[in-house]
């Protein structure tokens, strides 16, 4: 990952301010002949887009994508399609405040990176964060949509808010089906009513709360992953470290693999038709960094968000000490609207891992019992 | 990260097996005019070497560092510096005992990367796990050695081991001092006893166990780390992820932020002489992807060796059913032996950053009440 | 350089087909607080642009760019300046006419890449020739304006077109303010009647022609260039022969370095206030993959344009042979509108060696009869 | 291309100076299970070896390669085989005689890179020019070995001396079989005595001379290249230009395109069982950067060595003007030896551009009159 590019083979390059005329990607390297519609993308878009619910924030952003390059639709092809070449995608700010933010021209909030862009480069578009805000997202979102193209229908890749606050879900009641049907993503409904009554109480102190997303994809072949600086799993945490406001990444077990045994950390495998089935899965999917074939599963710990209404102490660009309140429309927790982007950016890191295995190997793994490589 | 190099501008590639005849970096990109001797390296490799202790893996062997290109000693320089040219460095492998591995040459160890490795390539050097060793790590800590004289005298980077199975030291106790004076790298001697009672029975029963390491980088200047995919915690957590059996990484109050209120977690500001003094460190010195100026702060969460006595179910590379039970000699707990590894591996992070912030910008950082950049 | 992406630090990923409905770049990596406007870039794309006399293409496109991203201009500043994150350029294409390019949908001209693209990726936007078309050097002069801030006005780049088929400018009466006054960039007016005359005869010939530009660097200090795969020259080469119809690259004396004795060769050097003052450049500025403080000088080979009336037998998707001519707008001599395009990729490639010269070693040469560098 | 690495998936880095202890590299993305020995890659460092005959440097150097990673022999593989993990090469210098270039600790040899290197570093391993030597090109050689192991059988790449100094040869009379048969891997007897006379009059003077190396890879299937930034010639260039004292690469018809017309440039088509049958080669087998099917041809100048013993104008690091001859063992022709370094730096590219091209579109190329990819 190198400035605003990240992927090796599946490339994704982000631009754009919050409060500039537009913010956009260039996804490069993507295999040609993928049917790609800007409905594709936007399907993605919908789900992280701005202004659907009382507990994110009050911006109306459209997110409408355009595809501006890399796809080709004429009589020889059955509708559109990759052709290999960059894809330029371009979602227009249609709905910025920027008289919202005058009061943070000069001043630094606390646990917001107006600071440390400021030391870096003395210059910052102040205007909504700039470049530090969370509409970068939207770009990600966009990439992942390309990414599941290159995957194919054969992974699946799905997140879920697995704790808001200090109040985490139960995961003995955990129901997939039940992340498309409350606003949080929540695999279990009986989280809902406690998540609400949280908000609400943050949401009235001027306050903001934190958040963990899980991801799961399934349906990763065996032998992704490149070790020993290009592991799935330092890939992996590397984008998802990347995503605003985050402060923790884990996989598989994760933390709690510290206090386990080796016996209970080993995941025993038994004999299936082409290799391991595994009893269980601390690993999270990834051994050595590479993938086993298991699902790959990780979690990321967002921090509450930075811009809030309580007033906090600071200093600002001329040295003063000050007191500051942010107003503007902000996400109370970031942590809900970063579900696609976690799912987004864990698409586009298999789609490249994809790629640079089967560019190394031809692709494919080895199956037990067998000689030579099963596609 | 790519393969088996990382870095942009301060590259590091490392190559070797367990039991080969050696392993080995080549460091790229470094500064000229640095002195470096090899014993500037070894007093680092000293620390991670194996065989120093009941609780580390009995075998011996030196690590002793021979350096083979890139520096340069003459009559006009003061001793032996760097000349900006690639440094290769050379480790031989002196103690391998292969035959301790036919057990495992066509078996896969639970929690282990063998089944990975087959299926990916096919073939694997299994003795002593061959590319998947933690021997690879004495590369890294190898490497972290230049890092730090990169950084220079002003940055140190220091870490320890913060807990071993479910026993997390008591942090009101810390003590930087008491890490250079135990096996464990522990900042509270009240811990030892407990870590050394809890490794025997762990050895004892042929199992092993996990850790958590702690890693602090004082005298990092605001303004280094390259957002928006280049950000310093995420270059970092690619680089602490992809240290051999860990599981986790996280930043500053890490997972522990999702539970946090945004006033909590907003690190306060008072002005100090060029910069805001921070009145907490929740951030662990990163924001938006870039240094604060604040001490760098991480957690690695290590996973317990999975080459364990205990017997495991596991299958072949014919697909037959087996039970396991890993011979060799094998630290039982690899966390312990990892603290220099994060230290280097942080190291080289920073060095890099450091680098590409100058080339950049130019280095230094802006300081407020004044205009430009303050060297 | 990796798919549609070049340069280290400073980096260049350029999108777009000739007949879609834009095109453009991002640039990754500038220096914040450079001045920059989209008239600063303007005025370079100009330079290029279609539509500006008979012996260029008649498709008129205006090639206007706009700024999306990666600039700021507040009260606190003065006037509009980059701001370290990503400048996305855009230029929307206004001038197509897809309908003259049916007859090739499905055929491959000779010379061309049709073939080529049809071969790796089975699909293919044919009209204009899609991503192949040298529409995409417009992209490469908006970046190379970026380049010229970054350099700043001790380096100028310019170029000249020294050959128009078989006719040579003598040499012996450059006179670079003369590439200003004719609409070759010819650096001696006695060519001009003599290429006009030759464009005259091929335009009626239906045929085309190919074209040498040379391209110069002033002011490049001596310590730019990373050895040894990182060498100055090597990236130029690179990037030179990555223009449209390039066909070879050559750095100094180029391939006349072959006749010449090592005498002749070597240029000599009498002392000079900090470094070399040299009696030739037979080196062209770059010795062992550094610059040496003399002018930066390449020359670079255009083929004749391989979209001509004249017909020329082929074969098409069906695998039929046919007799093709290609209609449409298109550039007699490509190399014509090359010379902007020349520059612009000089001026990257420089810019990017600056910074990671920067990065490495702090920027600066040694001087000779001194201790240490130089800013 | 970056500092001493190049390539992407097939990647290469270098490290060594001349008079240091040893040389090599690591070779990183290799795929697994390709038959590799020492004696594989030695047959080619023998064609590059010192002290084989009259006209090349007398320093007497074994060359002998060990392989000490990457590879890997047991009971079940048919021989050794590389195993996917970095193959990590290293030769031994034996016939180091530092004393010869005392004379040169200080000064700057014209032509060469001593005054750069001091520029930029400010200290270099003068004993024989350090990193700046040829001897580095014994690496390239090296892995070019393991890369025609990638590329097998069915591309071969060969390279021929077409010049030395003002005597080319005469092409009607080429024959492959005779660059076997002389020890300037011409291709034509007729040239040796002529080069030998040339050769001998340079010698006795102590001058040196430059030459033209052309290599030619058979085989190589259309679709390889990945355009725009990382074009199969542009990237053939950079590697190309990055061997010591090049001044200039061509592809195809090179520098005489430039004077063709476009129907005699563009290379009609017949139709042949699956693609193209070219009745002319002028593109070198690369259009768009994509290779053609053809034979991929391209061309290398050489500059005389520098190194002369005849006396030479120059300064040295006091600022002094001196007189300078360069004692010491040198080629008087760099570019004889460099025509094995030549072919291995165009296995090395196709290689990598091979294992892109699987990567991002699977393999294989698209033939005419059918439908899908052909393996």
Redesign the interface.
């Known amino acids: ?6 992927g ?2 599946f ?1 994704v ?5 919050s409060h ?5 990607c ?1 996804i ?6 993928l049917p790609l519609n800007e409905a594709d993308i936007q399907i993605w878009l919908d789900k992280r887009r701005p202004g659907q619910g009382k507990f994110v924030t009050q911006r109306r952003e459209p997110d409408t994508v ?1 595809i ?3 796809v ?1 639709q ?1 009589a ?2 059955d509708g559109q ?1 990759t ?6 995608l ?1 979602i227009d700010n249609v709905d910025q405040r920027s008289r919202d933010y005058a009061d943070i ?2 001043a ?6 107006d ?12 205007r909504g964060g ?3 805000s969370a509409r ?1 997202t939207a770009a990600r979102v966009a990439a992942g949509a390309v990414a599941r193209k290159v995957l194919g229908p054969g992974v699946m890749v799905r997140g879920a808010l697995v ?4 109040h985490g879900v139960d995961r003995t009641g955990w129901d997939w089906e039940e992340t498309q049907r409350n606003p949080f993503w929540a695999p279990d409904p009986a989280i809902v009513p406690v998540w609400e009554q949280h908000l609400e109480t ?1 949401r009235k ?1 001027g ?6 997303v899980e991801v799961e994809a399934i349906g990763v072949p ?10 799935l ?10 995503i ?1 406001a ?10 709690a ?15 299936g038709p082409e ?2 089935v595994f ?1 269980s899965n ?3 999917g ?8 298991q699902s790959v599963i990780a979690r990321v ?6 811009s ?1 209404l ?1 007033p ?10 000050i007191e500051i309140r942010t107003k503007g429309r902000h996400d ?1 927790c970031v ?1 809900i609207r970063a579900t696609p982007v976690v799912e987004a950016m864990t698409a586009c890191v298999l789609a490249d891992a994809f ?9 494919g ?5 067998r000689t ?2 099963v596609q």
């Open positions: 990952m190198s400035h605003n590019t990240f090796h083979l490339r390059t982000t631009w754009g301010e500039g005329p537009a913010l956009g260039v490069d390297g993507c295999p040609p002949g355009r501006l390059s890399g080709f004429d020889r092809t399609v052709t290999g070449t960059p894809i330029s371009i021209a000069s630094f909030r606390p646990g917001h990176a600071w440390a862009y400021f030391a870096k480069y003395g210059v910052r578009d102040y700039g470049r530090q970068e704790q808001i606050g200090p943050i102190a306050s903001s709360t934190g958040a963990v065996a032998g992704w992953g490149a070790p020993i600086y290009g592991k799993d330092a890939e992996l945490a590397a984008a998802l470290m990347s605003n985050t402060k923790g990444v884990e996989v598989g077990a994760g933390f693999a510290a206090a386990l045994s080796g016996e209970d950390n080993a995941d025993e495998m038994r004999a290799g391991p009893l601390h690993a999270g990834v051994l050595g960094g590479i993938s086993t074939g710990a967002f921090k509450p968000t930075s809030i309580a906090r102490r600071s200093i600002n660009e001329a040295g003063e000490e109370p942590g790629l640079r295995h089967r560019g190394q190997t031809g692709g793994a080895f199956a037990v019992g030579g490589r």
